[in-house]
């Protein structure tokens, strides 16, 4: 998915690494105490675990706080967090999906709320912007791996329904039920993938110039560094010649 790869690249010159890693880790920490305690906390048994933990690892986050976080589940410290998913809109119509983790849902509904309103956007129903977007399973590997075409026949015979490779990386999707068998097929011909997960992937996206860019880059900024929020995704598309004057 184009606008993951350069999601990543603009978080890079924009020199938040230090800031992001940090909340990440928290953000990441949070996901596997809360699917630990919600089945197994063995990842082999518990397929939400397991992808938690993957991605904890892509991360680098540190094998002791992955432990860490697990055991909180396990010792009766752990809070109970409630999932609810925020939808709305920000500049230029882009549609942005918020997925927050709470202890306190009215201060993460007023967060949420305030920070929509602060950067031009609009927060509304649940179900007004999801409805543009397909939930699915997105596994990622290493570019140079293999070749696209080769990718592309092992990912269909996987169960994969779309795979979009460059150099960099392959992204494979599949349905989100299908997210552990497609994961695990294609790691046994290929290695352990960088990523595997769920995602919300546009149908459809808008193409931002500079203004426009700035405003939908600030208004996400400020939904992330909230520490409520676990994932924020939006369904625009900024160029690389618009990317390289941010």
Known sequence: ?????????IQHRKGRQDAVRSKLFSKLSKEITVAAKMGEPDPEKNPRLRLAV?????NSVPKDVI??????????????YDEIRYEGYGTGGVAVIVETMTDNRNRTA?????????????????GSVSFMFDRVGLITFPG???????MLEA?????AIDVESSQEEHNIFCTDDDLNNVSNALELQFGESMSSKLIWRPQTTTELGLEEAEKILKLIDALED????????????????TLNLL
């Open 1 to 9: 998915m184009a606008g993951h790869s350069k999601w990543a690249n």
């Open 155 to 159: 990912a269909i015979e996987s169960g």
């Open 110 to 126: 007023s967060n949420v709320r305030s920070i929509f309103s602060k950067f031009g956007g609009n927060l509304g129903e649940t």
């Open 54 to 58: 993957k991605e904890a690892k892509t």
């Open 226 to 241: 909230d520490d409520d929020v676990q994932n924020v995704t939006a369904n625009f598309n900024i160029s690389e010649e």
């Open 144 to 150: 140079g791996i293999t070749g696209a075409d080769e």
């Open 67 to 80: 432990e860490r976080a697990i055991k909180k589940s396990e010792s009766g410290d752990a809070q109970d």
